[in-house]
């Protein structure tokens, strides 16, 4: 996979640092046929205006886009991490305890990203994203569950929570980043992941005001459903979207022009 910055050189016709870089990377034999392909993308690229967003293909990433950066929060991550405190006493537990439970959400956080960072490039970006989605909504289903049955005084939904953190750690939280890095053409990527980005604070600033409303009216119980329901719509839009592992940028382009 070319690395971004070998666009804009390649665009000042400075081939000959584009290539050696390119030789670096894969040798110099791969690197001449990389730097024509890099060359072709550049001249399909229309220009770099607000409008071509909105363009068959581009349209459908870019919603794709926010789409998954909204429902990134939608599906309750920052509610946890703002909020696990209040969420553990409703469980039942003593501040004390619901503090020290906070660190190791934020320990299992840290720890689970790493491993995903590891292995992005091994098991694929979809792949990673569906099957944290799926622990995700396993575990607010379940969370929800044990609140709705007032079964909250063990362990138990503390092991729910972690798991849920872990499953977003691991899939939807560094892959997103990496998947709208990725699947916009190269001359909107920054205005189409501006976008997605403002997309994603958007739904953070909507969590955080909402969550303490959720839990008085909705109660802990109906908050964690809302959130397992926001979880569904993940797979359906990965669905339409081109796994980007071991893909050039190009041909990730040509896919969304096709």
């Not at 916009?184 to 994603?200: D, E, N």
Request: charged share 15%; net charge neutral.
């Amino acid at each position: 996979m070319f690395c971004n910055f070998l666009f804009p050189v390649a665009s000042k016709d400075k081939n000959d640092k584009a290539l050696r870089v390119l030789t670096t990377l894969n040798g110099k034999e791969s690197a001449e046929i990389e730097l024509v392909s890099i060359k072709e993308a550049i001249e399909k690229e229309e220009g770099g205006s607000w409008v071509v967003l909105f363009h068959k293909g581009i349209r459908v990433a870019l919603l794709a886009g926010m789409a998954l950066a909204i429902l990134s929060q939608l599906t309750g991550i920052n509610a946890i991490i703002y909020y696990g405190p209040r969420i553990m006493e409703d469980a039942g537990l003593k501040l004390s305890d619901a503090l020290g439970g906070q660190v190791i959400i934020g320990f299992v956080n840290v720890a689970a990203t790493v491993y995903a960072i590891m292995k992005i490039d091994q098991f694929g970006r979809k792949k990673l994203m569906l099957g944290g989605i799926t622990g995700m909504f396993i575990s607010l289903l379940a969370v929800g569950l044990l609140f709705l049955m007032e079964q909250t005084s063990g362990i138990l939904i503390m092991i729910f929570i972690l798991t849920f953190i872990t499953s977003f750690a691991i899939g939807y939280g560094p892959v997103i980043w990496v998947l709208l890095a990725e699947i916009y053409p190269t001359k909107v990527r920054g205005r189409a992941m501006s976008v997605a980005t403002l997309t994603l604070w958007v739904g953070t600033a909507i969590i955080g005001q909402l969550v303490p409303w959720m839990l008085e009216t909705l109660t802990p119980a109906g908050t964690f459903f809302v959130f397992a329901i926001c979880c569904i719509p993940v797979p359906f839009i990965l669905k339409s979207m081109p796994e980007t592992k071991g893909m050039a940028l190009e041909d990730i382009e040509e896919i969304w022009r096709k």
